[in-house]
């Protein structure tokens, strides 16, 4: 597979597991992708979603906490970052991460937020469901082909703390979304990932530690013999 077939595998996957959001802040609306809905168990524009909904999804457990990360979204427009647990209109619990940005025009105006959902798990997959998508099947080559994709991957790990499968379903969907090819987004995101972000003295004595030490940690069986 070269590069323009992988793009084009790329180009028409569908990331079930990733779905969009926006919440515009002067008329109070939010708005969802069809994946979405579906992680909340609704057909696409079966409802229109609200807060009241999104908050009556929450697992009884995490409600409060994401009422209040709402609340600030609903009066400010503020970004979030949150890991929680819906309930679908079957019952069934759901993993997700929501993540949620500002969202300003042209003119530094505060329109609201947006953003995306990640489902982490796999309860709601049985037998007989869709096979693996194309972008799955094209994984093998881009582990191989494509660095930048999986330094990007990396980095998406580190700062969200998902696996290596959902963070390759956010690179996939935000090409879907932008257009742009997912071997040129993962290079420009890695890119300006490492100008952004230098890492505080105390995180570098703790990964230099870690990496200077780490070979004590691994059991004497794991080892490769002489």
Request: with cysteine.
């Given at each position: ?101 500002q969202e300003i025009d042209e003119h530094g105006d505060l329109l609201g937020t947006a953003g995306f959902y990640i489902e982490l798990d796999d ?104």
């Amino acid at each position: 597979m070269d590069a323009s077939d992988m793009d084009r595998v790329l180009g028409t996957a569908t990331c079930h597991r990733v779905g969009s959001f926006r919440f515009t802040l002067r008329d109070q609306r939010w708005d969802w992708s069809d994946e979405v809905a579906a992680m909340h168990g609704y057909p696409p524009g079966a409802v229109t979603p609200t807060t009241e909904l999104l908050l009556s999804h929450k697992h009884p457990d995490d409600r409060d906490a994401v009422a209040a990360t709402l609340a600030d979204t609903v009066e400010k427009g503020a970004p979030f970052c949150s890991r929680h647990r819906i309930v679908d209109t079957a019952g069934h619990t759901r993993h997700v991460l929501v993540v949620a940005d500002q969202e300003i025009d042209e003119h530094g105006d505060l329109l609201g937020t947006a953003g995306f959902y990640i489902e982490l798990d796999d309860t709601d997959h049985h037998e007989g469901e869709q096979p693996e998508s194309d972008a799955a099947h094209a994984l093998p080559y881009i582990v191989r082909a494509r660095a930048a994709i999986e330094q990007a991957k990396g980095a998406l790990m580190l700062v969200y703390g998902i696996s290596a499968d959902r963070a390759f379903d956010v690179l996939t969907w935000r090409s879907q979304e932008s257009s742009v090819k997912l071997r040129l987004l993962a290079h420009q995101l890695v890119a300006e990932f490492t100008d952004a972000v230098n890492a505080p003295t105390g995180l570098r004595s703790v990964f230099d530690h870690l990496l200077l030490t780490v070979h004590e940690r691994i059991l004497e069986d794991e080892r490769p013999t002489a």
